[in-house]
């Protein structure tokens, strides 16, 4: 069985490795599938419309190819339910207005066995729910040119404690699993390939993300927290027990150069990055050939993006309280990405040799209203690996371009911190 | 006559015409007795189409105005707004031939709004309780004489609260204070201001004089402040999901009359989840580059899940992208 799983998987990545510039995707056959009629579509769409409080919304298999939004106004008690990931599918291809494909409000809400193809924006998104599951929900896109995908697969925004659990998510131009401004957060059992970003975290606060698989997107797994935002900033994350593998996809989040995204910027071969982090703990990974970094510490200042002064009291641009200790490492005999600023960084300036992938990066920029010395560990960094043979960089970006440094000293980061999460109320 | 009761329970009903909310033939939308015409100083663009709108309150009730930046109106149970859209075939020639595509009615039924809409049949003749949404081809010429050939899309009913949400609660957009705030020539010829014409009918119970009132102005005016008119065009197609209680409050961007922080509009602020939406631009605004902000670039989008608003219109609002590129550029 693992022997089988291996050989498909090697296949997978064969075939994406082969296709990274050209983009085209494999596509799950369903002309096997019933084709809804124009009738059971347009029953689906009233059963979201005339769900109350209590109702179960069975979605048989078929393959719907939906013309308007499937929307849930505010309701609570509700079932979602379809007949399999590969049986119930629902194409957002017709759309002609709107953004998501299906958009969720409510409290105690279950979404299950289905996958949302092609939506023009995200595919699922639940904003202000409380006590929301996905399970074995996929959502992707079709389009051989991924250029033409949308922005995120599964995107929970502003929710209260939110499960989700055995879901796929690919192929997305932004993130594939994508939780902002929320809290009480498990993303579990998942698998996320094709992304720019695999599965990402901004702005949320305690939040476990176990035994995941991400591979072939640009970055596997992402936390950030970004400024000016409702949710100002989030604090607690676990990261444990999740595959990291081969995280080398060419960022297709533009054609081509950065726009305000912050993914944009993300360099292809990045395993885990933390920007602007608070209190994060990745531990017992298995992070293996993501050709540029392992883990990379930063802080939102890489980015080059404005800070405004009534955005920092609220909100803190730096990477602080990040622990990272017993995960496996295996680098990748790929060069690291030269295709952007951050790659270029990395493969030319780190500490151990022009062209080499690195385990650990730290930017290096810490709060000097702290610290005037980053010796005191100010951010308190902290790591507890096999340091003999770990490749770690340290970079000092503090006194412009042309005065970039880099260290592999990490004596002052080699300390252990008790990260706290709950997500008893979850379980 | 009118013929909803103060008992809302039987609502929705099948047909418009059930309602009595007009007299003679339906599609000369005549209004009954106590169904006043009203007509928001800006409003939301819409494909182009034309609006027509009515509001109708149950006998020996009445809205009053809550102290906020607005002046939303609060209106008693029963209450019905009634939104026809429609097409002239020639729109230089306004009242003649028409198509109407559908009607929509917001109706406070126990305590809260309701969303009803109703699709116009081909033969004009009668428009049906439809609540999945639907897409009807549909051509017109404009009043520069351009023909256009759009795909008109009747949103569903859950769609509705995609704009008209505070707080995940179904509100009114258009009346209130500052947007009908406003003189306006009435059938029988007379001008009035709107609020003194729902006080007269009893309406409307207020206190405060005509001029007491806030308000704002009507973005086609070309004779008004270019500042104005962008941020009255902004709160009207932006400002429903993109205020701090909206759907849009995700992005951090606030787009309404009364948000005075440029941070706010999305000058110098890189997006949030725009994803896709952002193209190839790195601020919402960028002073003085109306071209490389990505609120232009979303306005000037047909596709969706870049176009914004994201729902409400198929096409381009030409004459609303140059308003908001000249804002821009200007500032």
Excluded at chain 2, 243 to 266: C, I, Q, R, V
């Amino acid at each position: 069985m693992k022997y089988i799983y291996l050989l498909f998987n090697l296949i997978f990545i064969l075939f994406f490795f082969g296709c990274n510039s050209g983009g085209n995707v494999e596509v799950k056959d369903t002309s096997e599938l019933h084709q809804a009629t124009r009738d059971e579509v347009e029953k689906l769409v009233e059963q979201f419309i005339l769900a109350e409080d209590g109702t179960t919304i069975e979605m048989p298999a078929g393959f719907y190819q939906l013309e308007t939004q499937l929307i849930l106004d505010n309701k609570n008690n509700i079932k979602i339910k379809g007949k399999g990931m590969d049986k119930t599918i629902l194409s957002f291809k017709g759309l002609k207005t709107g953004g998501e494909g299906m958009k969720i409000v409510g409290k105690n809400i279950s979404l299950e066995d289905f996958s949302v193809y092609d939506a023009p924006g995200d595919g699922v998104k639940t904003q202000h729910c409380e006590n929301i599951l996905m399970r074995r929900v996929n959502a992707t896109w079709t389009n051989g040119d991924k250029s033409q995908n949308g922005t995120y697969a599964l995107y929970p925004v502003q929710c209260k404690n939110v499960i989700i659990d055995a879901c796929e998510a690919s192929h997305s131009r932004d993130a594939g699993i994508y939780v902002g401004q929320s809290e009480n957060i498990i993303v579990k059992n998942c698998t996320a390939f094709g992304n720019v970003a695999g599965i990402e975290i901004e702005n949320c606060s305690n939040v476990e993300v176990f035994k995941n698989k991400a591979y072939d997107n640009t970055g596997g797994i992402l936390v950030f927290n970004l400024p000016g935002l409702p949710v100002a900033d989030g604090r607690g994350t676990k990261i444990y027990d999740n595959e990291i593998i081969e995280n080398n996809h060419k960022n297709f989040a533009l054609i081509e150069g950065n726009n305000g995204n912050a993914v944009t910027q993300i360099p292809p071969g990045s395993g885990v990055v933390v920007m602007a982090g608070k209190d994060v703990e990745i531990f017992n990974n298995k992070i293996l050939k993501n050709k540029t970094s392992g883990i990379s510490i930063a802080s939102y200042q890489v980015t080059g993006f404005p800070m405004k002064d009534q955005d920092l009291e609220k909100w803190s641009p730096f990477s602080s309280g990040i622990y990272i200790h017993d995960n496996e490492y295996e680098r990748s005999s790929s060069l690291p990405d030269m295709s952007k600023d951050l790659g270029k960084l990395i493969a030319a300036k780190n500490a151990h040799g022009i062209g080499k992938t690195q385990d650990i990066v730290y930017d290096g920029i810490w709060d000097q209203q702290i610290s005037k010395d980053i010796s005191s560990n100010p951010m308190n960094i902290c790591i507890k690996e096999n340091m003999e043979n770990l490749r770690f960089t340290r970079f000092y970006l503090m006194e412009g371009e042309d005065n970039i440094k880099s260290y592999k000293e990490y004596d002052p980061f080699v300390c252990d911190l008790k990260i706290e999460t709950d997500i008893s109320v979850l379980q | 006559m009118v013929s909803v009761s103060n008992k809302t329970t039987t609502l929705p009903y099948k047909t418009l015409s059930e309602y009595g909310f007009f007299t003679g033939e339906l599609n000369q939308l005549i209004p009954a007795a106590r169904v006043l015409f009203y007509k928001p100083v800006s409003s939301l663009f819409s494909d182009y189409s034309f609006k027509s709108r009515f509001v109708w309150i149950p006998e020996g009730k009445n809205a009053t105005i809550a102290d906020d930046e607005k002046g939303t109106f609060l209106f008693p149970e029963g209450s019905t707004l009634i939104k026809h859209f429609y097409y002239p075939g020639q729109f230089d020639n306004p009242e003649g031939k028409r198509k109407i595509m559908e009607t929509r009615l917001l109706v406070k039924k126990d305590g809260n709004w309701e969303a009803y809409p109703y699709l116009w049949n081909e033969e004009q003749t009668e428009a049906l309780y439809k609540i999945t949404g639907s897409t009807t081809p549909v051509s017109f010429i404009d009043a520069q004489q351009k023909l256009h050939e759009i795909e008109y899309v009747q949103p569903n009913k859950n769609q509705c609260k995609s704009c008209h949400n505070r707080n995940e609660e179904l509100i009114p957009i258009g009346p209130n204070a500052r947007n009908l705030n406003s003189i306006i020539t009435y059938k029988n010829g007379k001008q009035q201001n709107q609020l003194e014409k729902w006080k007269a009918w009893g309406y409307l119970v207020d206190d405060r004089k005509e001029e007491k009132y806030p308000s704002m102005v009507d973005y086609d005016d070309i004779h008004a402040d270019l500042h104005l008119r962008a941020k009255a065009y902004l709160e009207m197609n932006c400002g429903h999901c993109h205020h701090p209680e909206g759907p849009a409050s995700t992005s951090g961007m606030f787009l309404t009359y009364e948000e005075e922080n440029p941070d706010k509009w999305g000058v110098m602020k890189p997006p949030i989840a725009a994803g896709v939406g952002a193209g190839p631009h790195t601020y919402g605004i960028v002073p003085g580059r109306a071209e490389e902000s990505i609120l232009v670039y979303r306005m000037k989008s047909e596709k969706p899940g870049i176009m914004m608003p994201e729902l409400g219109r198929v096409s381009k609002h030409q004459e609303g992208v140059d308003l908001i590129r000249e804002w821009i550029d200007k500032m």
